[in-house]
Nanobody, 124 residues
Framework: QLQASGGGVVQAGESLRLSCATS????????LGWFRQAPGKEREFVAA????????YYSNSVKGRFTIFRDNAKNTAYLQMTRLKPEDTAVYYC???????????????????WGQGTLVTVSS
């Protein structure tokens, strides 16, 4: 089970960190990701970390501004978001899967575990 938190209302240019905690289960060997869905839009890939944690991947829209990382000791994944823009406004979902392959990290349907979502609102 995944528990996402950290969403809120910020102004454009500010930063926010999202957290995704597991129910005490280890993140070692688990691929992690973040997806988002804005009102009236389709769900889209944001960022992912490979099972080893050695590879990270980002959508072009957030590359250079967002960072995905994990703390295995705390069994928690994070999405550090900087220089936020109004178009980043969305519900953000953390995802995880221990079986996913690298080429499928951007595919939402490949993840078996989803958090409940946390709302990020960026005002201009």
């Amino acid at each position: 089970q995944l528990q996402a938190s950290g969403g809120g209302v910020v102004q454009a240019g500010e930063s926010l960190r999202l957290s995704c905690a597991t129910s005490g289960r280890t993140l070692r060997g688990v691929a992690l990701g973040w997806f988002r869905q804005a009102p009236g839009k389709e769900r889209e890939f944001v960022a992912a970390s490979s099972r080893t944690g050695g590879g990270t991947y980002y959508s072009n829209s957030v590359k250079g501004r967002f960072t995905i990382f994990r703390d295995n000791a705390k069994n928690t994944a994070y999405l550090q978001m900087t220089r936020l823009k109004p178009e980043d406004t969305a519900v953000y979902y953390c995802v995880a899967d221990a079986s996913i392959i690298t080429s499928s990290l951007g595919n939402a349907d490949a993840y078996g575990y989803w958090g409940q979502g946390t709302l990020v609102t960026v005002s201009s």
